[in-house]
């Protein structure tokens, strides 16, 4: 069990990050119990076997990286998260940005907070962007990780909150695309009603379901590719005209469909 749950090679990443954090921080990160939860993610990253490339091109000090989101659940965020923090000269530690569902889970709302994961608030990102942290935000939230198979690697409309942000705390984006998480998870149908009723944002039908019962919940062994794109700068009043807001997002949407275009035909296979 300590196997799992103690990696030499995540604690030395985590160690090397200079957070100033000796208990928790104000947001309640804790460098130390962080060591067990990224430990077992460790083990996850590498089922996904994920290709990575472009980690050179992350800033140092605060950074939104931006990506797409896909898979049903967050196995994206984890992967990109445990790519900068393992790979990244010096290691990177992401705060990814969390839907307000999920700090209503229990376990999981404790476990996100010692892992660095921050409730999506405007304020709470603006502070931690302030305290020169890296943070990792899916704009297309969970309309985006719900997707069905019939639209797949296809962007929905990214909202407007991650632009302001980078407007008002002058912090450049990184665009990230991930290929192999829409195949992990096949979801043909999502079903509002049980989603409804289990208060959760979707209820994905796997593709597998009929076949595998249960197990069709979890994902299968696809191969990740995360590309890091070069730093995009905007400038500009962060409370400025929606139009205008919408004209950068797009930038972002486009480089980042563009990103996913190639990841895609480059792609040898989806399990190799």
């Not at 090679?9 to 130390?32: C, K, L, M």
């Not at 404790?110 to 990102?125: E, H, K």
């Not at 997707?147 to 450049?172: I, N, S």
């Not at 695309?177 to 079903?191: K, M």
Request: overall charge neutral; glycine content about 8%.
């Amino acid at each position: 069990m300590r196997q799992l749950t103690s990696v030499p090679e995540v604690e030395a990443a985590i160690d090397a990050i200079p957070t100033g954090v000796t208990g928790y921080d104000p947001w309640g990160f804790s460098p130390e119990q962080s060591k067990v939860y990224y430990s077992l993610a460790y083990w996850i990253y590498r089922y996904f076997r994920p290709v990575v490339t472009g980690l050179e091109n992350l800033p140092p000090g605060r950074v939104l990286v931006i990506g797409n989101h896909s898979g049903q659940l967050p196995f994206d965020g984890l992967v990109v998260s445990m790519a900068c923090l393992l790979h990244a000269h010096p290691p990177r530690l992401l705060r990814p940005m969390a839907e307000r569902w999920f700090p209503t889970l229990p376990y999981v709302n404790v476990a996100f907070s010692r892992a660095g994961v921050a409730v999506g608030d405007p304020i709470n990102c603006r502070n931690l962007l302030e305290a020169e942290n890296a943070m990792l935000v899916f704009p297309e939230g969970a309309r985006g990780s719900g997707k069905t198979w019939d639209h797949r690697y296809r962007l929905v409309p990214f909202g407007r909150g991650f632009m302001r942000l980078a407007l008002q705390t002058d912090t450049p984006i990184v665009p990230v695309a991930v290929v192999g998480a829409e195949e992990s998870i096949v979801s043909l149908h999502n079903a509002k009603s049980v989603a409804r009723l289990l208060g959760m944002p979707y209820f994905p039908v796997p593709a597998l379901l009929p076949l595998l019962g249960p197990l069709a919940f979890l994902p299968l062994p696809t191969r990740f590719y995360v590309t890091f794109g070069e730093p995009m700068r905007f400038s500009g009043p962060f409370d400025d005209e929606d139009r205008l807001i919408d004209e950068k997002v797009q930038t972002v949407m486009n480089r980042i469909q563009q990103m996913l275009d190639r990841g895609l035909s480059d792609r040898p296979s989806v399990f190799g």
